[in-house]
C-alpha cells in the first residue's frame, strides 16, 4: 500500500547499540526518544534491545503506548498543569522547570500512590525551556518539599531554538551547578542530563565534561547522524526509513507554467527557470503528509519540483529508469519529514525487522 514509510527495526537497533557503546564508555546511560516515530513501541523495543534504559517522548499519548515495557518513561515537554493526573499516570520522570507545575505533579502523584521524578532544566543560553542558574537553588529547595516529588537530578537542552551548540563550557556551567546543589542539600543527584543528538559529537572527541551521566538521543539513533554538525557516526546506518510514494501520472510538460500567473496553492509567487520540456511525474503524497524540502530522492537524477497538499511533483528527465504510472519512487526523509511522515494517518508504516 503506498505511499508508505519502512522502519527498519533491525537498523535501530543496531544504531542504538552503536550510541550507547560510545555513552557507556563515559558513563552515559541513554534515554531512548521516539517521538519522531510518534511512540511507535516497535521502536522502543529495538532502542531498549540496544541498551538504551529509558524511553522519551514529548507526548503523553505516544508514552502511554509505552506503557509494557518495564523501563522509566520520560516526558520530554515540559507538563501542562492541566494534565498532571495523566503526566504522572504515564511518565515516571518529567522535564521541569515550574514549580507551580510540580506541585501539581506532586499532588497527582500523591493521589496516585506513586512516587513522580522530576529532572529540573537549566537555562544554558539556547533558549528554550530552563532556569536561570540563579533561580536553581529556590527551585530545587521547593521541589524536594513537594510531596510525592523525587528530584532525579538537572539537566539542560541546546540546539533546539537558538542553535547553540553544546560545548565544555556550557556543560560545564551544568555540571558545576549539580555539584553546588549536591554539597549545599546534601543530597546525590542520579542524572545529569546533558541534552540531545547534538551532544554527541563531545562524546566522540571525549569532550563531554566529566559529570554528565545521561543523554536523550532521538535523531542520532534514528538517522545515525550528530546533530551539532550532521555528521554519520562511525557504524551507523542512515537509510534506517524510507518514504515509497506511487506515480500516478507521468508525461512530458514545459518547465515553465503558461498564462497569466497569481499564487500557488499556498500563497507564494513561485518562480520557474525554462528549461524546455521535461520528463515529470506526479506522485499520491503531498504537503498533508510531508514537506518537499524533507524529502531527499534516492534515485540520481530525480529531483523535486514542489508539492501541493496531495501532490508531489518531480523531475525525472536526467534519471535512468523510465518512470511510468503505476511504478513507485522512493525518498529518504530527514528527521522533520520523518516526525511528518509518521504522524500523517494517511501513509501506511510498514515494519522491517
Ligand atoms: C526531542 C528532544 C530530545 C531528543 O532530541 P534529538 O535531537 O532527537 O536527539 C531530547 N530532549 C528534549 C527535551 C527533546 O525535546
Known sequence: MYPRITVNTKKIRHNTGIVVKLCSRQGVSVAGVVKATCGMPEVAKAMLAGGATMLGDSRLENLEKLAPFQVPRLL???????????????????????????????????????????????????????????????????????????????????????????????????????????????????????????????????????????????????????????????????????????????????????????????????????????KKVILAVGRQDVHPENLTPLEPGVSVLGAGSDHLLLDVTEAKAQYQVGDTAAFRPNYAGLLQLMTSPYVHKELIK
Open 76 to 278: 520530554l515537554r515540559l507538563p501542562m498543569p492541566s494534565r498532571a493526573a495523566e503526566v504522572v499516570q504515564h511518565a515516571e520522570v518529567s522535564l521541569n522547570t515550574e514549580t507551580k507545575t510540580v506541585k501539581a505533579l506532586g499532588k497527582a502523584a500523591l493521589k496516585q500512590k506513586k512516587s513522580h521524578g522530576v529532572i529540573l532544566m537549566l537555562e544554558l543560553g539556547d533558549l528554550r525551556e530552563g532556569l536561570p542558574l540563579d533561580q536553581l537553588s529556590r527551585a530545587v529547595r521547593e521541589v524536594m518539599s513537594t510531596g510525592g516529588i523525587r528530584l532525579l537530578g538537572l539537566g539542560t537542552n541546546l540546539t533546539c531554538y537558538g542553535g547553540v551548540l553544546p560545548d565544555p563550557d556550557n556543560l560545564g556551567v551544568l555540571t558545576a551547578a549539580a555539584s553546588r546543589v549536591q554539597s549545599e542539600f546534601g543530597i546525590m543527584l542520579d542524572l545529569i542530563s546533558g541534552g540531545n543528538s547534538s551532544s554527541v559529537h563531545l562524546l566522540e572527541k571525549g569532550l563531554l565534561p566529566e559529570g554528565i551521566n545521561h543523554l536523550r538521543l532521538g535523531e542520532s539513533i534514528l538517522l545515525g547522524r550528530e546533530t551539532a554538525y550532521g555528521e554519520t557516526l562511525e557504524g551507523a546506518y542512515g537509510d534506517t526509513f524510507a518514504l515509497l510514494a506511487e506515480v500516478i501520472e507521468a508525461r512530458e510538460k514545459p518547465s515553465l507554467p503558461q498564462g497569466k500567473r497569481g499564487w500557488d496553492a499556498f500563497g507564494k509567487k513561485p518562480v520557474f527557470q525554462d528549461r524546455g520540456l521535461r
